[in-house]
């Protein structure tokens, strides 16, 4: 074992003159890292995590707020501290909402307080987010509304990972005027326009022409683990509800364009008995959608199951169309008046019921999925594999590694894959997770050590920069550090040297 760990030090030395040269570009995740890619090794470790400790990291933001006269939006430069395991976009809502302005911008709701609901306060899946406003916000005038849609949506895309925005008010779509005609549809950025082109352009009359909208599409996760988000442009031929319900279900029946392995909806607009409506219950405005009992096995062919599908068409349908409270569906003679989850992550087994076939949106949380990315084996090297997991779970580190260490599941974008963690590790064996400037520190007890004992160089280094490279996927984290019961030991298997910080290794990518 000694002449091992002394020929590999011997190796990591000789490398030190070419990795320090690579040191200004080595932790960009496009950088290609040679065999073995550790950094010097560092002192001891002096404060080994026992928990999940600090994840911050400071990033310079910018708030899109409006100029004093209305005119356009303005961005604002501020410091802040983001966390690498929590999506960046209710921390900037929530400072963009409570910014008082400079002199040269003004509040974002002027002399309205403008905050986040309690419940559901922002959500994130795929490349769209939906901001869920207190009832405050009504105070505002539509185009007021507009301007806070168009803030957010600037503010919060500005990383590039999502590209359209949704606003709800206490859980439903404002629309854009008092009748509820007329959609918002999904915010997109756009830094380049004034307000009052946009607006315009937003709040014309309906007419014959052909109108493209962005829309957020809710598809069926694979395996019945839920619903994934993707917003898009779409074309609306006829903006009467039953002619945006129709363009919805159109899209919804082609196939997703951003999230891979999603399974293909049935033709849902000839599934329908009877047109789409939207009508008035006890004072709740809902839309109705009759479907033909044929709807049922068309779902179990695409193996997709009844409560997934209805979550992908509530969720769908009430963020898109105006001043719904709900949606009420049937399948042939049966109004669906409660569900029973099968496969979600949360709430398996646990009956949801909807007092007069009123369907909310609010109650379908548990479905709500983001993709996380994993590394797993393929041969001997690795493949990054989609995940699809609780949006709230799909950047914490505890929670991905978890997912990890799992192993491949039916439900993975990319089959044929091997897990590449021992059989045997789990979360408790996880003791500490920290995180510090670009370097995230993992504190292991002593079962890595034992599990890893007898594997040979590819396995332990598969093993490695599988955790190194799905954990750089989070941002803000460039390097990972391995330590077992608080010290960095120099091997685990006697194939690696293990001091030091793991940069991602794009050349074991499959």
Not at 106 to 113: I, T, Y
Request: aromatic fraction near 6%.
């Amino acid at each position: 074992m000694k002449a091992v760990l002394k020929k590999t030090t011997t190796r990591c030395a000789a490398l030190l003159l070419g990795v320090c040269l690579l040191l200004g570009g080595c932790g960009e995740k496009n950088a290609a890292v040679s065999e073995g890619p550790t950094l010097p090794p560092v002192p001891p470790v002096q404060d080994a995590p026992v928990n999940d400790e600090n994840q911050a990291y400071s990033q310079t933001v910018l708030l899109y707020l409006p100029a004093p006269d209305g005119s356009r939006l303005t961005a604002v430069p501020r410091q802040t501290s983001l966390s690498i395991s929590v999506h960046s976009a209710q921390r900037l809502c929530e400072m963009l909402l409570a910014s008082p302005g400079d002199g040269e911008t003004e509040s974002l709701g002027g002399e309205v307080a403008l905050s986040l609901s309690e419940t559901l306060p922002v959500e994130v899946s795929g490349n769209a987010a939906t901001v869920n406003l207190a009832a405050s916000a009504l105070r505002l005038s539509y185009e007021q509304l507009f301007t806070v849609g168009q803030a957010l949506a600037n503010t919060l895309c500005q990383f590039g990972d999502l590209q359209y925005v949704n606003v709800l008010v206490n859980g439903v779509q404002p629309g854009l005027d008092v009748a509820g005609t007329l959609p918002v549809g999904s915010f997109q950025p756009n830094t380049r326009e004034a307000l009052g082109a946009l607006w315009s352009r937003a709040s014309a009359p309906r007419s014959s022409a052909r109108r493209a909208i962005a829309a957020t599409l809710y598809y069926p996760a694979a395996g019945g683990k839920g619903i994934l988000s993707e917003g898009r442009l779409l074309s609306f031929a006829d903006l009467t509800p039953a002619g945006m319900i129709r363009t919805l279900l159109d899209a919804l029946s082609a196939d997703a364009e951003t999230l891979p392995g999603t399974p293909r909806c049935p033709d849902l607009p000839s599934l329908l008995a009877e047109e789409p409506a939207v009508t008035q219950v006890n004072g709740e405005k809902r839309a109705v959608l009759r479907f033909g009992s044929a709807l049922n096995q068309a779902i179990i062919d695409a193996g997709i199951t009844r409560s997934v599908m209805v979550a992908a068409l509530v969720c769908t349908v009430t963020t898109f169309l105006p001043g719904l409270d709900g949606v009420e569906i049937w399948f042939g003679n049966e109004r669906i008046a409660e569900l029973t989850p099968s496969g979600t992550y949360v709430g398996a087994g646990e009956r949801i019921s909807f007092p007069e076939g009123l369907i909310k949106r609010s109650q379908l949380q548990p479905f709500l999925l983001a993709d996380c990315t994993l590394y797993l084996r393929s041969g001997d090297a690795l493949q990054p594999v989609s995940r699809p997991v609780p949006y709230y779970e799909a950047r914490n580190v505890r929670a991905v590694l978890d997912q990890l260490m799992a192993g491949p599941q039916a439900y993975d974008s990319v089959s044929g894959v091997r897990a590449v963690l021992p059989e045997g590790l789990r979360d408790a064996d996880l003791l500490g997770v920290s995180f510090a400037e670009d370097t995230l520190t993992l504190n292991f007890s002593h079962q890595l050590a034992a599990l890893s004992e007898g594997m040979n160089a590819t396995d332990e280094r598969l093993m490695i920069y599988a955790v190194v490279n799905t954990l750089c996927e989070l941002p803000g984290v460039k390097k990972v550090r391995f330590l077992v019961m608080g010290e960095q030991p120099e091997t685990l298997a006697g194939n690696l040297f293990l001091p030091g910080d793991f940069l991602p290794n794009l050349n074991l990518i499959h």
